[in-house]
């Protein structure tokens, strides 16, 4: 697998796992990821959320640690990043309202880039309109979401990720196995 360059978008309230841990894990194999936040610049932090599944009827939400942003939002070209991982939390809810952010997605799928995305950052994709005629999991709160942008929302288990073309798409961070499985198969093709 050659080494490529990937942007993560990110924001406060980001889920704690499903940012450092794709973020460590792409690194650990080679890649350069580049996290970065509207409105923050590099060594500037986000606060993250722990959502666990506890037996309740939808998630608890327990504070995270800081992450460290690694690059600026500013500036940020999607020409010279080879894949874009979406971390879910809160953070979607918020950053689906930027048009620069909304824009930097778009790129990765009118050029056909590999997309990681996971839990609610199915929401960034709604509304980045990139999900019309594609198959996309997502913490199943969003569903309606993914149904109403055009999509085949995936109800597959927590663990599971799905693949379609270059968007690799999980419901929670139980399934990072797969989901990053999946992704690393892209990003090697």
């Given at each position: 697998?050659?080494?490529?360059?990937?942007?993560?978008?990110?924001?406060?309230?980001?889920?704690?796992?499903?940012?450092?841990?794709?973020?460590?894990?792409?690194?650990?194999?080679?890649?350069?990821?580049?996290?970065?936040?509207?409105?923050?610049?590099?060594?500037?932090?986000?606060?993250?959320?722990?959502?666990?599944?506890?037996?309740?009827?939808?998630?608890?939400?327990?504070?995270?640690?800081?992450?460290?942003?690694?690059?600026?939002?500013?500036?940020?070209?999607?020409?010279?990043?080879d894949a874009?991982?979406?971390?879910?939390?809160?953070?979607?809810?918020?950053?689906?309202?930027?048009?620069?952010?909304?824009?930097?997605?778009?790129?990765?799928?009118?050029?056909?880039?590999?997309?990681?995305?996971?839990?609610?950052?199915?929401?960034?994709?709604?509304?980045?309109?990139?999900?019309?005629?594609?198959?996309?999991?997502?913490?199943?709160?969003?569903?309606?979401?993914?149904?109403?942008?055009?999509?085949?929302?995936?109800?597959?288990?927590?663990?599971?990720?799905?693949?379609?073309?270059?968007?690799?798409?999980a419901p929670?961070?139980?399934?990072?196995?797969?989901?990053?499985?999946?992704?690393?198969?892209?990003?090697?093709?």
């Amino acid at each position: 697998m050659g080494a490529k360059t990937i942007l993560m978008i990110t924001g406060d309230f980001t889920e704690d796992y499903e940012t450092m841990v794709p973020f460590q894990a792409l690194q650990a194999v080679g890649h350069t990821v580049h996290a970065v936040c509207p409105g923050k610049k590099a060594g500037d932090t986000v606060a993250t959320a722990i959502h666990d599944f506890e037996g309740d009827q939808t998630y608890t939400e327990k504070p995270g640690h800081r992450f460290a942003l690694n690059a600026d939002f500013d500036g940020v070209d999607p020409a010279r990043y080879d894949a874009l991982v979406v971390p879910g939390g809160r953070a979607p809810e918020y950053l689906r309202l930027n048009t620069e952010v909304q824009n930097l997605v778009r790129h990765f799928f009118d050029t056909n880039k590999p997309v990681a995305a996971i839990c609610h950052g199915a929401q960034l994709l709604a509304a980045a309109g990139v999900l019309e005629g594609r198959t996309c999991s997502a913490y199943p709160a969003c569903q309606p979401e993914v149904e109403l942008a055009g999509g085949t929302y995936a109800g597959i288990d927590v663990d599971d990720a799905v693949t379609d073309g270059n968007l690799v798409t999980a419901p929670a961070w139980p399934a990072h196995p797969a989901w990053l499985a999946q992704f690393f198969k892209l990003l090697d093709q």
